[in-house]
């Protein structure tokens, strides 16, 4: 297996540029099964997840061709030669069941694989049953899967959610836009990347509106059509890389990056002492070399509040704050599987259920790592970006699942890093 070792350089200087958001893609990808017409999506990220979207949509009787080295992804649903999301795919990755509500849309039936457990957390799929259940799916668990069918087609409905979870109200907002009459969703996720889905939808002929706010409005329609539209910036790739220089120290502009989708997380930053600036081509950050930032509390929100993804690499950030730093876990259970690691090299953390207080120590010492989910290996690298020697991050092929070229992109601004091709 490959890993990735990062020594501690002093301060980065240049441009990094932001890819198009993975979490967008993943739910954009699936749209094409509510059409016959083709999706074109421009600006698509390149990481291993697309490319197992792609083979679960292929898995289904669709066809996907990636184009211009990866940044446009060219899908056609004509026809659908199967409804079942297999459960070796949907173990691998947890969005593959965003299939479900636009096969039960468009099919009538779908047979979906429960993702089942994770590194972070139990991640049910109960808020996405139930939305599908109100606008009249039947759906029983059979074999580890959720079998569903609407046998009259789906009928608009309102529905409240428990909670605003991001998969379900795509599932539901997808499903809604073929069922017939209007569907209201409530506490509806106010994402970046729902807003993102709707426009899409709305491209290829959907009725919605509200999206970007709790509450969501569609209007089913008898066919959607094809439709080509660009995925928005990755925000939790921008909030990674603005922490970089924030880290290492120096001045780095994410080029692409849209300071509006990372509010909360940038006020944060900037409240550590560093400087954080939006320019007409994206966002800067300084940093000192020498000077140590400042402890904050951070706790985790839905949008618009600070990013549960962008906790593990603020955590790294915190590790050599001037002060004690306490971080608030309130989206996933069990989120802070990088902390024994930033231990290791030399971080002094204590966790309590979903609470981390983070003394700051006034630097890290390399040490081989290693990751259990997506952000926390990034998390790692970012650490290891300021950490006195050799950081060794293993187990990387978790980064791939979430950053494209991230050697590329942080050698691009001086960081000393390179990728060591395993047995
Ligand atoms: C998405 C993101 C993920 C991010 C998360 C929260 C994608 C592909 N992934 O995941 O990177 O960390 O949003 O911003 O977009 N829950 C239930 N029942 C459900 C569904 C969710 O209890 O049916 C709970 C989850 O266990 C979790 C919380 O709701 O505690 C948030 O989950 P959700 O918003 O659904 O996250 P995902 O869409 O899975």
């Given amino acids: 297996m490959d890993s990735i070792v ?30 016959e017409e083709p999706l074109i999506l421009t600006n698509a990220p390149r990481l291993s997840d697309i490319r197992t979207m792609s083979l679960l949509l292929e898995s289904l009787g669709a066809d996907s061709a990636a184009l211009q080295e990866g940044q446009v992804l060219a899908l056609s649903s004509h026809s659908l030669s199967s409804t079942r999301a297999d459960y070796d795919i949907v173990r691998k990755m947890r969005a593959s069941n965003l299939v479900l509500g636009p096969l039960l849309a468009r099919e009538g039936h779908a047979e979906v694989s429960l993702p089942g457990g994770c590194a972070i957390g139990a991640r049910p799929m109960d808020l996405h049953q139930d939305g599908l259940e109100a606008l009249g799916a039947e759906i029983e668990l059979r074999d580890g899967y959720l079998h569903a069918r609407a046998p009259g087609g789906l009928r608009g409905a309102r529905i409240a959610l428990r ?44 009725q919605i509106e509200g999206e970007g706010t709790s509450r969501i409005e569609i209007q089913g329609v008898e066919r959607l059509g094809g439709a080509t539209h660009r995925v928005v910036a ?18 780095v502009e994410c080029v692409g990056g849209e300071i509006d989708l990372v509010r909360a997380f940038a006020d944060k930053l900037e409240a550590t002492g560093v400087s954080v600036e939006p320019t007409d081509r994206g966002v800067r950050v300084r940093k000192a070399p020498d000077a140590r930032v400042r402890a904050v509390d951070v706790t985790t929100e839905v949008f618009p509040g600070f990013p549960t993804d962008l906790q593990a690499q603020m955590m790294a950030l915190l590790t050599t704050a001037e002060g004690v730093s306490t971080l608030h876990e309130t989206i996933f259970e069990n989120r802070f599987m990088h902390a024994p690691e930033l231990m290791r090299m030399g971080a002094d953390i204590e966790v309590h259920g979903g609470t981390a207080t983070v003394t700051g ?63």
């Fill in 6 to 35: 990062v020594t501690g350089n002093g301060p980065l200087r240049g441009e990094i540029p932001i890819a198009g958001a993975k979490n967008a893609c993943l739910a954009l990808m699936p749209a094409t099964l509510l059409t």
């Fill in 361 to 423: 120590v006034p630097g890290l010492k390399g040490a081989p790592v290693m990751a259990t989910d997506l952000r926390a290996s990034v998390s790692l690298i970012l650490a290891g970006l300021a950490a006195e020697g050799e950081t060794v991050v293993n187990r990387v092929y978790h980064l791939d699942r979430g950053y494209e070229h991230v050697v590329g992109k942080l050698s691009g601004v001086g960081a000393k890093i390179e990728r060591i091709r395993g047995a």
């Fill in 234 to 251: 990755d925000r939790i790739e921008l909030g990674t890389y603005m922490l970089a220089p924030a880290i290492a120290g120096g001045d």
């Fill in 163 to 206: 909670f605003p979870s991001v998969g379900a109200t795509e599932n539901i907002v997808m499903a809604a836009t073929l069922a017939k009459g209007t569907t209201v969703l409530e506490n509806a996720a106010r994402e970046p990347e729902i807003v993102d889905l709707v426009r899409c939808l709305r491209a290829m002929g959907a």
